[in-house]
Each structure stands twice: as structure tokens, then as C-alpha cells.
């Protein structure tokens, strides 16, 4: 008996203690728009969303810098990082990347902007064309990691995206288009709509 009361104590102990670490290290702060430039914008899936964004990063007149997949050096100065998420074969087959390779690069580049301080961005907006089980591994694993999600009503019509937005509690605009994101950009890092 006095035997089970020591193994009871004993569990007692290692369960504050489990505790105790939970609270010291609480999940970082999402942070709010107006977002800071220069962005950085990137593929997290090699497809060919990252170029798009891109160029709609540029008609919204946001100073950002565009790499199909970002060096953790092209951070350093940086104030945003934006993330494309969406899976292409044929793209991780050229870029000679296998899906483990590309998990961890993402969370490497993902882990150095929050030691940095920066807003993270998920964006999906290649519609449904770029929501296979590929794609949806990558946005199940990134898009909760995220301060802010943005994506096309096209690659949501399941609902999945939304679904990940409430479980998580990350804010999430949707556009009708991808020509619709640009307003979108420009609210979401302050910028004049004359300066778009």
C-alpha cells in the first residue's frame, strides 16, 4: 500500500512538471496585418503558385523578393515571409526534391522567421487543380503555422481550408479570383490603393 501511495506521489510530481513546461513555453503570438515589407515569396510544394503570387505581390506594389524555394539568408532583413502552398510532382521531380526534403526545408525557412520576428503568410490560390493528397499534406502541416491564410473560393470548395482557418484560429480571406487578390494585398501589408 505505502508502495502504491509513492508511485501515485511520484506520478503527482512528473504531471506538474509536464505542466509547469506547458506554460513556459506558450505557442508564439499571431501577428496582425498591416504586414511589414520587403516580403519574401516562396513554393512550398514546387507548383507554380509562388510565380503568381509574385506577380500579383508586384500589381499590389509590395516591395518582395521571389525565390521557387528561398534560402533561410534571403530572411535576414525581411519583415514577411509568404508561402505558397500547393504540391506539383513534375516540380519536385526538376527541382530533384523528394516531399520529406521539401517538409524540411519549409519548416527550416518557417523556424528562422519566427526566430527573426517575421509575419508569416499561407497563401493557395492555384484552385482545385493543386489540391491533391500531395498538396493537402503540405497545407495541413504549413497553413496552421501561419499568422494569416489566404486562398482562392476555388481551392476551398470542400471546405478544407476553412476547416483548418477555425480549428487553428488563423484569420483567412478568400477571393472570388486570383485578379481579386490584389486589393486583398494591398489591405493586408497598408498600402495605398493608388500606390497598387
Avoid at 39 to 65: C, E, H, K, P, R
Avoid at 66 to 94: C, F, H, N, P, W
Amino acid at each position: 500500500m505505502r508502495c502504491a501511495r509513492v508511485v501515485l506521489l511520484l506520478c503527482s510530481v512528473v504531471a506538474l512538471s509536464v505542466v509547469g513546461l506547458a506554460e513556459e513555453t506558450p505557442e508564439p503570438e499571431l501577428l496582425e496585418p498591416p504586414f511589414g515589407q520587403p516580403a519574401v515569396i516562396t513554393s512550398v510544394g514546387q507548383s507554380a503558385g509562388a510565380l503568381m503570387a509574385n506577380v500579383l505581390a508586384q500589381q499590389a506594389g509590395i516591395d518582395s523578393a521571389y525565390d521557387q524555394r528561398a534560402e533561410v539568408e534571403m530572411l535576414e532583413g525581411a519583415q514577411t515571409l509568404i508561402l505558397v502552398l500547393g504540391s506539383s510532382a513534375k516540380g519536385l521531380g526538376e527541382a530533384g526534391v523528394s516531399l520529406r526534403a521539401e517538409e524540411d526545408w519549409a519548416q527550416g525557412l518557417i523556424d528562422r522567421a519566427r526566430e527573426l520576428d517575421m509575419a508569416i503568410v499561407a497563401m493557395h490560390i492555384e484552385g482545385s487543380s493543386r489540391r491533391g493528397t500531395l498538396s493537402d499534406q503540405l497545407i495541413e502541416r504549413f497553413a496552421p503555422q501561419a499568422d494569416y491564410m489566404v486562398i482562392t473560393v476555388a481551392g476551398d470548395e470542400d471546405g478544407f481550408l476553412t476547416g483548418l482557418s477555425e480549428d487553428h484560429a488563423i484569420p483567412m480571406v478568400r477571393a472570388e479570383a486570383r485578379m481579386d487578390l490584389v486589393p486583398v494585398l494591398v489591405e493586408l501589408f497598408g498600402l495605398e490603393e493608388e500606390d497598387a
